[in-house]
T-cell receptor, first 111, second 114 residues
């Protein structure tokens, strides 16, 4: 039972354009959501998070949107840069409990 | 501030052999996690420690996997005996408190079981 799903295994965008990565979840008890970025041969690196009391959180080029009614969150990267090329994982938790990760989306930003 | 350290970075063993992984979390972090990441999938939690006590080991295959965190700092994860399906990256993460707040990951140990 996959409680967190990233339905797009890969995404390719042009440098300077917007990258939109999507994530769906099924557990309505999740109240904290995170995005991690992973380069090859490295561990995941925390990128940005959002609590369920908010619907948007912004940090520089990265913005996470949360739609609780649709059980959907998305990560927007504007503008996209070649260095953003990596695998992106969304994760969710019920505060105080373990993180559940999606399967990841590989983002390729072309120069 | 030093990050989460893991060793070895790579390990190749034959099935039915034993293997152990080591993790040193970020200094002062009370909570330590071990994840298994199979190729093409997201990390899956195996076990969570709060200081030296186990908080959640519900997804740890206890017939072959064991983990300990003596003195509430370093941790070791052992597989005995290994199976082919254990081939994966084993990630260690730590966080200051407990639960789903931001976790900081080490580089992982890539295990190949032949």
């Amino acid at each position: 039972d996959q409680q967190v799903k990233q339905n797009s295994p890969s995404l390719s965008v042009q440098e300077g354009r917007i990258s939109i990565l999507n994530c769906d979840y099924t557990n309505s008890m999740f109240d904290y959501f995170l995005w991690y970025k992973k380069y090859p041969a490295e561990g995941p690196t925390f990128l940005i998070s959002i609590s369920s009391i908010k619907d948007k959180n912004e940090d520089g080029r990265f913005t996470v949107f949360l739609n609780k009614s649709a059980k959907h969150l998305s990560l927007h990267i504007v503008p996209s840069q070649p260095g953003d090329s990596a695998v992106y994982f969304c994760a969710a938790s019920v505060t105080g409990n373990m993180l559940t990760f999606g399967g990841g989306t590989r983002l390729m930003v072309k120069p | 501030e030093a990050g989460v350290a893991q060793s070895p970075r790579y390990k190749i063993i034959e099935k039915r052999q034993s293997v152990a992984f080591w993790c040193n979390p970020i200094s002062g972090h009370a909570t330590l996690y071990w994840y298994q990441q199979i190729l093409g999938q997201g990390p899956k939690l195996l076990i969570q420690f709060q200081n030296n006590g186990v908080v959640d080991d519900s997804q740890l295959p206890k017939d072959r996997f064991s983990a300990e965190r003596l003195k509430g700092v370093d941790s070791t994860l052992k597989i005995q005996p290994a199976k082919l399906e254990d081939s994966a990256v084993y990630l260690c993460a730590s966080s200051p408190k407990t639960g789903g707040e931001t976790q900081y990951f080490g580089p992982g140990t890539r295990l190949l079981v032949l």
